[in-house]
């Protein structure tokens, strides 16, 4: 819970984020060696920065050619006080941290595999999920961008500087929070520690640059997306499915929270063109203002996702526009579509929607199959029973509730 906050202190302190992701870990492994015996401290987030701290005075105490560095963390370290920050600049240690990493001597998706590496705390196959890749392949560029960045200034770039960086910055969060609404990987279908960390980080970072469209837009997007949290399971923490959702459940003041951010995105915007992530907040909000699963106005979501796929085409995207399609037009106008999708071989996406469209078009055995295929390809244990229940149900061997 305290990593991303420890790592970013650190990499302010230390300069290198490998290195400060590496005495956050050691200073972890005395936690877990000392705490059993001498109990929990009351702060540990800060036992844990001090004591990684110290292991970093103990290395430059080794590097004759580091005096001055291990002069002035151990001047802090003895008085407690730290190093003044220009209030121009970003004073959130972890959204620093997520500016750092997004260096551009970085490709984008090193940018990104590093940042859900040290900030998102995500291991490198639930980042291969989430980019529909190889575990080899992410941990090859959390490899390659630790090595790039090591010896380089880590200095945030100055405020007119941000937007250099800040599709980055957004994508981060944005992949960050998505982890946390779905799970790639686990027991917990939810995991909102993720949500809130990254919910807050966009609220910082729309206070920071407030006439950016774009990043108003993403933190109504989150806001949407997490009024859904209390319905989105039953009592037994089992995923309720949109459309089954009990919407009294939902938090209004976090959907009006969503709505004012949006209209915060669009005085922004101005003339411009509309950005992904106001599409996709658009997209949002026609979901959380419908009263009812019948009342969704699915016309103008395929009419959203249709301006979407402009000028952010995706596998994903094409895979729910044609489920809106769906909705709209029937399931056998948006089997094609479905058909035609390439791109996401191994992932339980494509399978698990065409066995819903299959179902709905009553052929019931073809369903199952595809149920079955999908809850194979399905790493979270909460998305796999859904998908089998789906698949038992289609053929015919699902329990009746009397």
Not at 248 to 272: F, K
Not at 351 to 359: D, I, K, Y
Not at 387 to 398: D, I, P, T
């Amino acid at each position: 819970m305290e990593a991303a906050k420890i790592v970013g202190t650190l990499t302010r302190a230390v300069g290198d984020v490998g290195l400060a992701e590496d005495l956050a870990q050691e200073a972890l492994l005395d936690a877990l060696t000392q705490w059993p015996s001498t109990g929990v401290p009351r702060n540990p987030g800060a036992w844990l920065t001090t004591v990684a701290k110290r292991k970093a005075v103990d290395l430059w105490r080794r590097r004759d050619n580091l005096d001055a560095k291990y002069a002035v963390l151990a001047r802090e370290l003895e008085t407690g006080v730290e190093d003044a920050w220009d209030p121009d600049r970003i004073d959130d240690d972890v959204l620093r941290l997520v500016f750092i990493a997004a260096h551009p001597a970085l490709s984008r998706e090193s940018q990104i595999a590093l940042t859900l590496r040290v900030v998102g705390g995500l291991s490198a196959d639930e980042i291969a999920r989430a980019f529909l890749t190889s575990r080899v392949t992410v941990a090859a560029r959390i490899t390659r961008a630790k090595k790039a960045l090591a010896g380089m200034a880590f200095e945030v770039p100055d405020r007119a500087d941000f937007g250099a960086r800040l599709s980055a910055v957004l994508a981060v969060i944005y992949l960050i929070f998505n982890e946390g609404y779905a799970a790639s990987a686990g027991q917990r279908w939810i995991r909102d520690e993720l949500c809130s960390e990254a919910l807050r980080l966009g609220r910082v970072l729309a206070a920071l640059v407030p006439d950016e469209s774009e990043v108003h837009a993403l933190v109504a997007l989150m806001e949407f997306q997490a009024s859904r949290f209390a319905a989105r399971t039953d009592a037994d923490g089992n995923p309720v499915l949109l459309e089954d959702q009990d919407r009294t459940r939902w938090d209004r003041a976090q959907i009006r929270r969503g709505v004012a951010a949006l209209e915060r995105s669009s005085a922004a915007r101005g003339q411009r063109g509309w950005g992904p992530y106001a599409l996709q907040a658009a997209l949002a909000e026609c979901h959380a203002v419908a009263p009812t699963a019948a009342d969704t106005d699915w016309d103008r979501i395929v009419a959203l996702y249709d301006a979407l796929r402009q000028i952010a085409a995706s596998p994903v995207v094409e895979l729910n526009r044609a489920v809106a399609v769906a909705m709209a037009n029937g399931p056998a106008v948006a089997l094609p579509i479905v058909d035609a999708i390439g791109g996401l071989e191994g992932s339980y996406l494509l399978p698990s929607v065409r066995g819903e469209l299959l179902a709905r078009l009553g052929r019931d055995d073809e369903a199952a199959a595809e149920f079955t295929a999908a809850a194979a390809l399905a790493a979270n244990a909460a998305e796999r029973a859904v998908l089998l229940k789906k698949a038992a149900r289609a053929s015919g061997s699902a329990p009746r509730v009397i």
